[in-house]
């Protein structure tokens, strides 16, 4: 059964730092990798980073390039998501999800406002 908790969100200010994290069990060994997505209020559902559980590989939406960071530890079964340089519109409910699966996270609400 697979599972996926994030934690991590908060208020913050714009500028500021977060790291999210994903802890998952029970994703087959053969997964091609997590990745994160938001969804800010009224919008769509966006993906915003990939990490390849085979090679390490990342990719980031354009949005979030240099400014957020995916990163996995296999021994914690974790996937992180550094956030800097954080701005209102980043506002929005972050989620994890299993690569190429319906198997998604209940969620972690991050706000950016002074």
């Known amino acids: 059964q697979v599972q996926l908790v994030e934690s991590g969100g908060d208020l913050v200010q714009p500028g500021g730092s977060l790291r999210l994290s994903c802890v998952y069990s029970?994703?087959?060994?053969?997964?091609?990798?997590m990745a994160w997505f938001r969804q800010a209020p009224g919008k769509e559902r966006e993906g915003i980073a990939y990490?390849?559980?085979?090679?390490?590989?990342?990719y980031y939406a354009e949005a979030m390039q240099g400014r957020f960071t995916i990163s996995r530890d296999k021994s914690k079964n974790t996937v992180d998501l550094l956030m800097t340089s954080l701005k209102p519109e980043d506002t929005a409910v972050y989620y994890c999800?299993?690569?190429?699966?319906?198997?998604w996270g209940q969620g972690t609400q991050v706000t950016v406002s002074s």
């Open positions: 999800r299993v690569f190429g699966s319906d198997y």
């Open positions: 029970g994703v087959p060994h053969t997964t091609y990798g």
């Open positions: 990490i390849s559980f085979a090679d390490g590989y990342t």
